[in-house]
């Protein structure tokens, strides 16, 4: 008789100590993240939005193994939404979940014929996919009692909305690693915010997560999303630095230095005999940052 079961290569010293770097990598950029901005605190109830995608398996793998680690106690509940979609395999997550033993709850809202209703045949769906998927997420958390939301937005997520404001927009302006949301009443995680998009496809590979595609508006190849996408990924295999700077810039800003008059009060703007080391030194030569982190 024919045996059905597949088994994984044995994994070479090299692998297993690259795997080993990559792990510990991931772990202590999320926990970095979390303790930067304060994600997570004593006692919350963190809902971890999964969508099936290798970011959110990711981020709900890295915040179990956190959460065994970490000096202050929190409960996790994985969330997913069932946005009826045709031919989504509705039993892969309840399996997953049940597996691993963690508290789950699948919230099933056919947002995927409002999307398809409203929207004309080959333009974008994101938009109003993401409005209507995080009002029904807002509402779960209020009902499951979650103090914070997470989801699985990485650097590079961070970066492309950060380019595409500043392009299409003609605004500075990009998905945070913490917020408040729309409607008030949740606080929003990003614990993934500082982990490149490159570590987590590594990771998922390693760990083998049931992945689920979306074929709603993950294929639609004419996103601008994805042109910025392109971009970065360019940058990266020239010279690493330019998203890893572009990134700590976000973290660095010097209102005086832009044109903000809402940032700064460039019209009430006088000398006052004070020295100041940040003055005029904008058009100094760049001192480039030898770092990727």
Not at 228 to 243: Q, T, V
Not at 282 to 290: G, I, M, N, S, W
């Amino acid at each position: 008789m024919e045996s059905t079961l597949t088994f994984m290569p044995r994994k070479t010293e090299k692998e297993r100590i690259d795997l080993n770097k990559l792990s510990k990598r991931i772990m202590r950029e999320a926990g970095r993240a979390i303790g930067d901005y304060n994600m997570i605190e004593q006692g919350d109830r963190v809902m971890v939005c999964l969508s099936g995608g290798k970011d959110s398996y990711s981020m709900l793998d890295i915040l179990m193994t956190l959460k065994s680690r970490a000096p202050i106690d929190f409960e996790i509940i994985a969330v997913n939404l069932d946005q009826k979609q045709p031919g989504f395999p509705a039993e892969v997550l309840p399996n997953y979940l049940t597996n691993l033993g963690i508290p789950f709850h699948i919230e099933t809202e056919d947002t995927y014929s409002i999307v398809k209703r409203l929207i004309p045949e080959g333009k974008t769906t994101c938009s109003l996919c993401s409005r209507l998927r995080r009002g029904v997420l807002y509402r779960v958390a209020g009902e499951l009692g979650a103090t914070k939301i997470a989801l699985g937005h990485h650097r590079d997520d961070i970066l492309a909305t950060f380019f595409l404001n500043l392009f299409y927009g003609a605004k500075m302006k990009t998905m945070p690693p913490k917020l408040v949301s729309d409607d008030g009443r949740n606080t929003v995680i990003r614990p993934l915010a500082y982990i490149p998009e490159s570590d987590l496809i590594a990771y998922s590979d390693w760990k083998q997560f049931p992945i689920i595609p979306c074929n709603l508006c993950g294929s639609q190849e004419n996103l601008k999303r994805q042109e910025i996408g392109r971009m970065l990924a360019e940058w990266d295999k020239k010279d690493p630095r330019r998203a890893w700077n572009t990134f700590k810039a976000l973290a660095n800003i010097a209102p005086s230095h832009l044109m903000d008059r809402n940032l700064f009060d460039f019209a009430g703007l006088k000398p006052t005999g004070v020295p100041n080391a940040d003055g005029d030194k904008a058009f100094d030569p760049v001192v480039l940052d030898e770092g990727c982190d």
